[in-house]
């Protein structure tokens, strides 16, 4: 056996063949048993409704979108700046978290999280909401900081609310997460990046408290009633309207 076949169990990757694959950390390689294990799940699993009802509530629900980028545009609407909102980031964040600058109407400031001392370059008295964004993990190198989020509470005492995206599309490429030391309310990744596949789609996990209904459409589940010759429509909770991705979470949790 070869040094290259000890690291790894080349049977696993038939599509591999004699190639040698250097980007794993950017998208991940599905292997044989992954695909044999999603092959029996969709044969042994009943799928049902996605709007039946289940009588288990978990603290926390997936979203899936596109990509990652997506998922971070989802917490910017979802988070939905106001004049008096701030977005800290830092300054290895993912371009698309650098992205929702464009959202926060002006009130932005980048930190360097890579000491203990965080480096936060202004302070204030306003009473609006903080929302604080940084990776698990480093998409560049692959740091891992510690979380700055009381640090940043600490020069804001007249935050309204603090929420937190906490990235972790690199991080799960390799490692759980550590939600047990990490406060979140928005945790973006790729499928890819963790399992390899599918391709093209990306996960928001969302703390329940943070749905909310969408108020420029309504559609599928999301609506008790409504009348197609008047603007009428009697609408279901915030969970109701994310229904597929909420029946899914709700299955997860029974485990």
Same mark, same amino acid.
């Given at each position: 056996?070869?040094?290259?076949?000890?690291?790894?169990?080349?049977?696993?990757?038939?599509?591999?063949?004699?190639? /040698?694959?250097?980007?794993?950390?950017?998208?991940?390689?599905?292997?044989?048993?992954?695909?044999?294990?999603?092959?029996?799940?969709?044969?042994?699993?009943?799928?049902?409704?996605?709007?039946?009802?289940?009588?288990?509530?978990?603290?926390?629900?997936?979203?899936?979108?596109?990509?990652? !980028?997506?998922?971070?545009?989802?917490?910017?609407?979802?988070?939905?700046?106001?004049?008096?909102?701030?977005?800290?980031?830092?300054?290895?964040?993912?371009?698309? /978290?650098?992205?929702?600058?464009?959202?926060?109407?002006?009130?932005?400031?980048?930190?360097?999280?890579?000491?203990? !001392?965080?480096?936060?370059?202004?302070?204030?008295?306003?009473?609006?909401?903080?929302?604080?964004?940084?990776?698990?993990?480093?998409?560049?190198?692959?740091?891992?900081?510690? *979380?700055?989020?009381?640090?940043?509470?600490?020069?804001?005492?007249?935050? !309204?609310? !603090?929420?937190?995206?906490?990235?972790?599309?690199?991080?799960?490429?390799?490692?759980?997460?550590?939600?047990?030391?990490?406060?979140?309310?928005?945790?973006?990744?790729?499928?890819?990046?963790?399992?390899?596949?599918?391709?093209?789609?990306?996960?928001? /996990?969302?703390?329940?408290?943070?749905?909310?209904?969408?108020?420029?459409?309504?559609?599928?589940?999301?609506?008790?009633?409504?009348?197609?010759?008047?603007?009428?429509?009697?609408?279901?909770?915030?969970?109701? *309207?994310?229904?597929?991705?909420?029946?899914?979470?709700?299955?997860?949790?029974?485990?």
């Amino acid at each position: 056996m070869s040094e290259r076949d000890r690291l790894v169990d080349r049977s696993l990757f038939p599509q591999l063949g004699e190639k /040698i694959y250097f980007d794993n950390a950017g998208a991940a390689l599905y292997n044989s048993k992954h695909v044999d294990r999603v092959s029996e799940a969709l044969k042994n699993t009943l799928l049902v409704n996605p709007h039946s009802s289940s009588d288990s509530e978990p603290f926390c629900f997936l979203k899936t979108k596109e990509n990652a !980028t997506e998922a971070i545009q989802l917490t910017g609407r979802i988070f939905n700046f106001q004049p008096n909102d701030i977005f800290f980031y830092t300054l290895d964040n993912h371009t698309s /978290i650098a992205g929702l600058r464009k959202m926060a109407k002006g009130n932005v400031f980048c930190f360097e999280n890579r000491h203990k !001392t965080h480096v936060i370059q202004s302070s204030s008295e306003e009473d609006g909401r903080l929302l604080v964004a940084y990776p698990a993990q480093s998409n560049f190198d692959g740091f891992r900081a510690d *979380s700055p989020v009381e640090t940043i509470s600490m020069h804001y005492p007249n935050a !309204t609310s !603090t929420l937190v995206l906490l990235d972790i599309a690199s991080l799960v490429s390799s490692s759980p997460v550590p939600f047990a030391t990490h406060k979140f309310d928005f945790a973006p990744f790729s499928f890819y990046k963790l399992f390899g596949l599918p391709t093209s789609l990306g996960g928001l /996990i969302i703390r329940k408290e943070h749905l909310k209904p969408p108020n420029d459409f309504f559609g599928g589940g999301s609506v008790k009633a409504w009348l197609p010759t008047e603007a009428i429509t009697m609408e279901k909770d915030g969970v109701e *309207s994310w229904s597929l991705e909420v029946h899914l979470a709700r299955r997860c949790s029974k485990r």
